[in-house]
């Protein structure tokens, strides 16, 4: 019996140690504190969905809203700088178009002036190199008729003395007078 003792005592003992040790496994998944668990989910979740729905998604949306506002208010000053660039385009190209226009026109002024004043200088010069040449022609005239009347008798003498030299009688004035004129 000691023996049939000895194997309760044993048994009892591993009984009450089994029942004392911690059991394998995870504790999540004993289905004894399963309700327990579902309980506080429930309560986790629904704390945690008031917590997003009532402080961070109206913050986020808020954020989210002034971003959209800061977008279209962007968006609107972009629209209306382009708008204010374009009219700048087409007033400096309407200013540089009359400023060319004039400038051009200016340049046509100071072209028909220059050339005015150069017809006039061109007149003016003509006039006194035909006045010059004039003058240098009278000159001229005036010269060669000095010069005939003093180289006549001259070329007389001479062409007297030739036909004395080459013929041997001697030539008479008038004859050689004549002669000279024609």
Do not use: C
Request: aromatic share 6%; net charge negative; no cysteine.
């Amino acid at each position: 019996m000691e023996n049939g003792a000895e194997n309760t005592v044993d048994n009892t003992i591993a009984e009450v140690g089994h029942e004392s040790a911690p059991k394998s496994g995870m504790p999540q998944l004993d289905i004894s504190t399963f309700s327990s668990q579902l309980f506080w989910l429930a309560i986790a979740f629904v704390l945690f969905y008031l917590i997003v729905s009532r402080l961070i998604v109206p913050r986020i949306s808020g954020v989210l809203e002034n971003r959209a506002n800061n977008i279209a208010a962007d968006l609107a000053a972009a629209e209306k700088a382009a708008g204010e660039a374009a009219e700048a385009k087409k007033l400096y190209e309407k200013l540089s178009a009359d400023a060319r226009f004039s400038a051009q026109a200016e340049f046509a002024q100071a072209q028909a002036k220059i050339k005015t004043q150069q017809d006039a200088k061109f007149a003016e010069t003509d006039k006194i190199i035909h006045a010059r040449l004039a003058e240098a022609e009278v000159k001229l005239q005036n010269t060669r008729k000095e010069m005939q009347e003093k180289l006549a008798p001259l070329a007389q003498e001479l062409a007297q003395d030739l036909v004395q030299k080459i013929s041997g009688v001697a030539a008479d004035a008038a004859s050689v007078s004549a002669a000279l004129k024609a």
